[in-house]
């Protein structure tokens, strides 16, 4: 059994709730008690970490994750090298996860993006490997991705609002929003959001979409998530006057769905619909070609949707 020593005293207890309970007998409250008994620092700055809770307290080297990208750009080469493998191995571990995280959920978790992995390890998969796992997408985009593609799309009745493709027709779907028709089928869906849909689906919603998500994977097809807007402009919109914590919650459950059917489904954050009608028929076209793409790092790195 694990056990829990007071620093103030030496007593031990044997769960970390009695361990919180216990402190405050000292006069400390849990995060006064954190600080000082476990003083972490800023790797960039020097500043103290500000303490929110034990988990974020302990997972935490930067108050920004833009001084992270900072320390690793002008930091001993070899130092960074160890750090950023670390800080992902910990992820996993933390996790449980079976591969490594994607770019948006590198992004999310204030962790270095696939861009530092590149520099340092050659590629984001190659550092990944030297934790003994695989990304969950390991692909580099096609040369057939900037192709054109005018393949009619099935366009679901429920849809509320629908996208316009020049070459479409509504028809009710298993799961789902667009897919292809015919022998032009690739066993892939699209099922579209507003930054609106996507907080009340991964949130109260969850469990519904998983079982759909469920029924896709039965039948051997792939499910792409396309929200409407960037994750920092839903971050941005979203306030003030609402809680983030059901905005965190939204997204804790997309980066749960996208490991829970790993090879099954991605999703994809475009700026607007119009982005959405140019991405949406190269991801139905070419399928399997794509479905082991990051396309957010593609997106977002390498500009394959045009400016932002």
Request: proline share 3%.
């Given at each position: ?239 003030p006057g609402k ?64 400016d932002r």
């Amino acid at each position: 059994m694990m056990s829990y020593k007071c620093k103030e005293c030496g007593e031990e207890f044997d769960s970390e709730k009695a361990l919180h309970a216990h402190i405050k007998k000292h006069g400390f409250y849990v995060a006064d008690y954190y600080v000082q008994h476990y003083p972490r620092y800023n790797k960039l700055t020097g500043a103290p970490i500000q303490f929110k809770n034990k988990d974020q307290y302990f997972n935490t080297d930067f108050a920004r994750r833009s001084q992270m990208k900072e320390w690793c750009k002008t930091s001993d080469q070899d130092e960074v090298k160890q750090y950023i493998l670390k800080v992902l191995a910990e992820r996993v571990i933390r996790k449980k996860w079976e591969h490594t995280p994607s770019y948006v959920e590198l992004y999310k978790a204030k962790l270095p993006d696939i861009s530092i992995y590149k520099k340092h390890f050659g590629s984001y998969t190659k550092a990944s490997q030297e934790i003994g796992l695989e990304p969950l997408f390991n692909q580099h985009l096609t040369k057939k991705f900037f192709d054109d593609y005018n393949e009619k799309i099935f366009i679901d009745t429920r849809e509320q609002q629908p996208l316009y493709f020049k070459n479409s027709e509504s028809l009710k779907l298993a799961f789902g929003d667009y897919t292809l028709s015919g022998d032009k089928f690739t066993n892939t869906f699209v099922d579209r959001k507003s930054a609106t849909d996507f907080i009340g689906t991964f949130g109260n919603g969850f469990k519904r979409f998983q079982r759909e998500m469920q029924r896709c994977v039965e039948v051997d097809c792939y499910m792409y998530i396309v929200v409407e807007k960037s994750i920092k402009a839903i971050y941005k919109d979203y306030f003030p006057g609402k809680r983030l914590s059901t905005l965190n919650w939204a997204f804790s459950n997309m980066v749960k769905l996208q490991h829970q059917f790993a090879g099954n489904c991605q999703f994809i954050f475009t700026e607007n619909r119009t982005q959405s009608e140019i991405i949406i028929p190269k991801l139905l076209a070419l399928g399997k070609e794509l479905w082991e793409t990051d396309m957010q790092y593609y997106i977002e790195e390498e500009n394959v949707l045009g400016d932002r």
